[in-house]
């Protein structure tokens, strides 16, 4: 009896230890598995950076490229030939960025013996494209425009793809005036043409407090300067009055003055142009 009670707790202890070594055993293997499975995510995320970071080294960048082209016909003769009649007619309505007059006692901007207007702008900034409608509508009150373009603002820009004139080839002729225009970029930001002297001297002047609301906003474009007497920092309306409009669609529009596009380019153009006629009646008062 005693021997057949031993062998029992014998088997119940090797059974128990038994039991023991397998559920050990289950919780290594288990161990290995989760192990396995980590060390499988982390080979697969590797392999997924190792990819895209290869993918991004040998792809071919992407380039944004320029456009810009001659301005049609129609829309050179729309842009220069609205009469001065339908320019007083048009409100300008809220404006975004006032024409500022220059104190004075600082010297005239002359150039050839003439009156000089300068604009400094980019074809790829919003801002500069809505003034240089203004800006040509203008100026064909006073003189003659020939070999004008037509582009759009940037893509990637606030105000995106808005329709423009483009001065960067633009010829002017006037007796009255002396026109110097520099487009410092096209519209995909690529450098064009550089800041003459004179843009310099008169930005570091004029584009700059009191002349814009803050210190950050200096040096700001677009810029026009009226023969050292009136300034602007910036677009005279907000370019969204022209967004979804063709070139030809907006020349279209600007002997329409109950139109908001002709209210915004039309009416900016005769702020450009009473101030012009200040500086003229200036230089004939001097002799």
Same mark, same amino acid.
């Given at each position: 009896?005693?021997?057949?009670?031993?062998?029992?707790?014998?088997?119940?202890?090797?059974?128990?230890?038994?039991?023991?070594?397998?559920?050990?055993?289950?919780?290594? %293997?288990?161990?290995?598995?989760? !192990?396995?499975?980590?060390?499988?995510?982390?080979?697969?995320?590797? %392999?997924?950076? =190792?990819? !895209?970071?290869?993918?991004?080294?040998?792809?071919?960048?992407?380039?944004?490229?320029?456009?810009?082209?001659? %301005?049609?016909?129609?829309?050179?003769?729309?842009?220069?030939?609205?009469?001065?009649g339908m320019l007083a007619q048009a409100s300008p309505g809220r404006v975004a960025t006032p024409l500022r007059q220059v104190p004075a006692g600082g010297p005239p901007l002359t150039a050839a013996g003439k009156p000089a207007i300068v604009f400094v702008s980019e074809e790829s900034c919003p801002f500069c494209a809505a003034e240089r409608c203004s800006l040509a509508v203008a100026l064909s009150h006073f003189g003659n425009w020939s070999q004008l373009g037509?582009?759009?603002?940037? =893509?990637t820009d606030i105000f995106s793809n808005t329709a423009t004139l483009s001065f960067r080839t633009a010829r002017y002729q006037s007796t009255q005036l002396t026109l110097r225009t520099t487009e410092l970029a096209d519209n995909a930001g690529h450098p064009l043409q550089a800041l003459s002297a004179l843009d310099r001297q !008169?930005?570091?002047?004029?584009?700059?407090?009191?002349?814009?609301?803050?210190?950050?906003?200096?040096?700001?474009?677009?810029?026009?300067?009226?023969?050292?007497?009136?300034?602007?920092?910036?677009?005279q309306y907000d370019p969204q009055v022209l967004a979804g409009l063709s070139a030809a669609q907006i020349a279209a529009q600007l002997r329409n003055p109950s139109s908001p596009v002709a209210q915004a380019i039309d009416g900016s153009a005769q702020v450009i142009i009473t101030a012009i006629n200040h500086v003229l009646h200036d230089q004939a008062a001097r002799g």
């Open positions: 009896m005693t021997n057949s009670r031993t062998h029992r707790t014998q088997g119940k202890q090797r059974a128990r230890e038994r039991i023991a070594a397998e559920r050990a055993a289950r919780k290594r %293997a288990e161990a290995r598995r989760r !192990l396995l499975l980590a060390l499988g995510a982390v080979t697969a995320v590797v %392999a997924i950076v =190792a990819t !895209l970071v290869t993918l991004k080294l040998t792809a071919t960048p992407a380039h944004l490229v320029a456009s810009e082209s001659v %301005a049609p016909a129609a829309v050179t003769r729309q842009v220069t030939t609205v009469p001065a037509v582009t759009k603002s940037a =893509a !008169l930005i570091g002047r004029y584009d700059v407090p009191p002349y814009v609301n803050s210190a950050d906003q200096s040096g700001a474009v677009p810029f026009l300067d009226i023969g050292n007497r009136y300034v602007l920092a910036g677009a």
